[in-house]
């Protein structure tokens, strides 16, 4: 059963079995391959979440975002396997457009189709998030129950964020406070009422390109228009 989003658990230690830490190193294994495909070409991307940190389960997603605006038909050209679906996103007027492609084995690519915000990008590091080069170790993050998860030699440790003052979380994940609160207030929402609808999330054609398309949305959309000019 998945956990709950925004629910509370109670602090613990966690000793990851032989089986957990081999899961860790395959799931990684796949993160590392999915991320060189665009490092060959200088793009610089990261894996977040439950990868980043460690604390994985055999349903945990491969979460790759790429972090610098790049052409989809770069990115597609590098993807050398099915691209299962691909759909452009936006959570709210205001938040960052982005194209996700979704492939085999519950990984997806992300890249932003607008310049992100410094915010946007520190929500990345709520989660916990690494770099190629950092594939080796663990990051502490804040999963979806609002468990701050603190990397051992040995496992973890879970501990509530109500536990924990705001600008030491703000110091261990290198964000800024006011990027912890916003996701701590829409993790709660979702614990509550559940996950909400967004702006925009439209399947686009696989033949199609998804630079084209938002270009289409835009004009029929006057709130995308203008955050997209907005962005320059």
Do not use: C
């Not at 799931?27 to 980043?52: M, Q, T």
């Not at 055999?58 to 610098?68: E, H, T």
């Not at 979702?190 to 439209?202: D, K």
């Not at 289409?216 to 709130?223: G, Y």
């Amino acid at each position: 059963m998945r956990s709950k989003t925004g629910s509370y658990g109670f602090r613990k230690s966690v000793v990851y079995d032989s089986d957990h830490w081999d899961l860790l190193e395959s799931l990684r294994d796949r993160a590392r391959e999915v991320i060189g495909w665009f490092a060959k070409n200088s793009i610089p991307a990261l894996v977040h979440g439950s990868i980043a940190r460690g604390d994985v389960k055999p349903s945990s997603d491969i979460d790759v975002f790429i972090s610098v605006p790049v052409s989809s038909f770069l990115v597609e050209t590098l993807i050398p396997e099915e691209i299962i679906e691909k759909k452009i996103v936006q959570a709210t007027p205001n938040h960052l457009v982005k194209g996700v492609y979704v492939l085999d084995g519950n990984t997806t690519v992300t890249i932003p189709l607008v310049s992100p915000k410094r915010r946007e990008m520190e929500f990345y590091y709520f989660g916990g998030a690494i770099s190629q080069g950092e594939m080796d170790k663990r990051v502490p993050g804040i999963d979806k129950r609002l468990m701050f998860i603190q990397p051992t030699e040995s496992g973890h440790e879970e501990i509530p964020v109500y536990e924990i003052p705001l600008n030491h979380l703000s110091t261990v994940l290198g964000i800024d406070v006011d990027v912890i609160e916003e996701r701590i207030r829409v993790l709660k929402r979702r614990g509550t009422v559940g996950r909400t609808g967004v702006f925009i999330n439209r399947t686009i054609p696989s033949n199609a390109s998804l630079d084209e398309w938002l270009r289409k949305l835009a004009k029929r959309n006057p709130l995308l228009r203008q955050e997209i000019h907005r962005r320059g």
